[in-house]
């Protein structure tokens, strides 16, 4: 015998059946969830669960952060001691780039350590427990760009608390190592040393306004000026040809008393033997010039590198200025 529902019926019948099935569904939102699930935070705000270690590479030194921490946390009080294990988990690194864009590498082994291995304790009436810590013993040997990634993941709750389980949306948290570089020293005082003879030399500019053009870096008077076009989204740059390859300790270079208002206050500079592969030696980061200063009494910038640089071409990509489009330098000078 076959029986027709109405619409109204076979919408209610729709709905227990739906109701049923997510009845027999353990609900997961994270920390959010209703349930006690255990969970491994990543930073405060952290969109994807991770915790980073930014690392500083010069020529001489690391330095920045080499400890992280983890600890994990439950949704709510446990009703009972729950002991958690956490693991490595490198196969997790795949996942991790396709599903965030990136290319890390696995964090290698030889470079970190656990100082605390072992189970984590949530005590029964507790949320958290202590944190696994990871070190980073050999910062100076993690020098990719695409930086680098250490999963942790939760592999194990045991206790008498039968109501615990591993979150799904947060079982994991990633340690990321990111490297950056800078041969540029934070310190701008003038370096010791003489300037280098400009026989020979020449610049390129990524563009002009009238009469202020080029070879105005390079003409010996400060009260003249090369000045970029007036555009808020045009490159700003300038490439200095020594003639030859020299080995410098530094670049000075004088402010545009043209106009005051347009001037660099950051400066990311790359140097060349060829004019095509450049290396990146940092960003000099500064002011516009002192009020007090004038093209007869100039507020000269240095730009020093922490150790001495060989090449015959250096490009300055100015990234941010004073104010407006515009943008210039008077002078510009090398110190060996």
């Known amino acids: 015998m076959k029986i027709a529902f109405s619409p109204t019926l076979k919408q209610a019948a729709q709905v227990l059946i739906l109701t049923a099935v997510l009845a027999s569904c353990k609900k997961d939102d994270g920390i959010n969830s209703s349930e006690l699930l255990v969970y491994l935070p990543g930073e405060y705000s952290s969109a994807n669960n991770t915790i980073t270690l930014p690392l500083l590479h010069t020529p001489i030194a690391v330095s920045g952060v080499t400890m992280a921490k983890v600890a994990p946390r439950a949704t709510r009080e446990a009703a009972a001691d729950i002991d958690v294990t956490i693991a490595t988990d490198t196969s997790l690194v795949r996942s991790y780039n396709k599903a965030n864009g990136t290319s890390m590498l696995t964090l290698p082994e030889n470079t970190y350590r656990l100082v605390n291995p072992g189970k984590f304790r949530i005590k029964a009436g507790s949320v958290s427990t202590d944190s696994l810590q990871i070190e980073l013993t050999h910062p100076e040997l993690l020098k990719d760009p695409a930086g680098y990634l250490l999963p942790l993941r939760i592999t194990q709750l045991e206790g008498a608390d039968k ?112 004019n095509t592969l450049f290396a990146a030696q940092g960003s000099w980061k500064g002011t516009g010039p002192a009020s007090s200063s004038s093209a007869t009494n100039p507020d000269i910038k240095n730009i020093n590198f922490i150790a001495p640089v060989t090449a015959r071409y250096i490009r300055f990509d100015i990234t941010s200025l004073v104010s407006g489009g515009r943008v210039g330098i008077g002078e510009l000078n090398a110190v060996q």
């Not at 190592?177 to 026989?199: C, F, K, P």
């Not at 009469?211 to 200095?240: C, E, F, Q, Y």
């Not at 410098?248 to 060349?272: C, D, H, M, Q």
């Open 163 to 274: 109501g615990a389980a591993i979150s799904s949306n947060q079982r994991a948290a990633y340690v990321n190592v990111t490297y950056s570089y800078t041969n540029i020293d934070t310190a701008q005082a003038t370096l010791a040393g003489t300037l280098i003879s400009r026989t020979g030399w020449s610049v390129t500019v990524s563009n002009t306004t009238a009469g202020a053009l080029g070879p105005a870096m390079l003409d010996g008077s400060n009260t003249t000026a090369w000045r970029s076009s007036n555009s808020t989204t045009a490159a700003k740059w300038v490439i200095l040809d020594m003639g030859s390859a020299r080995t410098i300790k530094g670049l000075r270079f004088t402010p545009n008393y043209v106009a005051v208002a347009e001037n660099p206050t950051a400066i990311t500079v790359s140097t060349s033997a060829d």
